[in-house]
């Protein structure tokens, strides 16, 4: 029973444009949405967060949406840049653990 | 500033036998999670260890243990080792009085398991 899904296992992108990640989630008690960046042999590198009483948190180029009546929370990053190609998780939290989702391969193109 | 230093940084077991997998926090964290990354998977919660108890713990057997230490680093044991259990372990650490979940738990780079 998957609680925190990305259905897009990979993305492709040009530099410079947008990429959109999408993570979809089942449990309401869920109470923050996280994103991490991971690259090989390296450990997942947190990137923003939100709380489920928002729906938009910016930071830079990055900006995670949430829409908790469809149980939907995206990642933008804008512009895209050769370095955010990695693989990107989206993460819950309800108290002290993270579930996460399977994770979206990122490539963006030069 | 130090992050979280796990060790080793690749193990190569036998089925059967048993592995110890160590993390140190990072410097001003006392909790330690632990998490298993099977290939192509995102990282799944073993469980957390705050003031040396274990204080929650995921869908994992008994053969998963752990231990924390006075000085906050922490252990993960796992016995009997199955090949289902080759996977990245990762360690992160947080602080209660960070507001962990705004600035996110801090991770090691992992230890690859491989079971043969």
């Known amino acids: 029973d998957q609680q925190v899904k990305q259905n897009s296992p990979s993305l492709s992108v040009q530099e410079g444009r947008i990429s959109i990640l999408n993570c979809d989630y089942t449990n309401s008690m869920f109470d923050y949405f996280l994103w991490y960046k991971k690259y090989p042999a390296e450990g997942p590198t947190f990137l923003i967060s939100i709380s489920s009483i928002k729906d938009k948190n910016e930071d830079g180029r990055f900006t995670v949406f949430l829409n908790k009546s469809a149980k939907h929370l995206s990642l933008h990053i804008v512009p895209s840049q050769p370095g955010d190609s990695a693989v990107y998780f989206c993460a819950a939290s309800d108290g002290n653990k993270l579930t996460f989702g399977g994770g979206t391969r990122v490539l963006v193109k030069p | 500033d130090a992050g979280v230093t796990q060790s080793p940084t690749h193990l190569i077991k036998t089925r059967g036998q048993q592995v110890t997998l160590r993390c140190s926090p990072k410097s001003g964290h006392d909790t330690v999670s632990w998490y298993q990354q099977a290939l192509g998977q995102g990282p799944q919660f073993i469980f957390q260890y705050y003031e040396e108890e274990e204080r929650q713990r995921g869908n994992f057997p008994d053969r998963f243990s752990g231990h924390q230490f006075p000085n906050y680093s922490s252990e993960l044991n796992v016995n009997a080792l199955l090949l289902g259990d080759s996977a990245l372990y990762l360690c992160?650490?947080?602080?209660?009085?960070?507001?962990?979940?705004?600035?996110?738990?801090?991770f090691g780079s992992g230890t690859r398991l491989t079971v043969v």
């Open positions: 992160a650490s947080s602080s209660p009085g960070q507001v962990p979940i705004t600035y996110g738990y801090t």
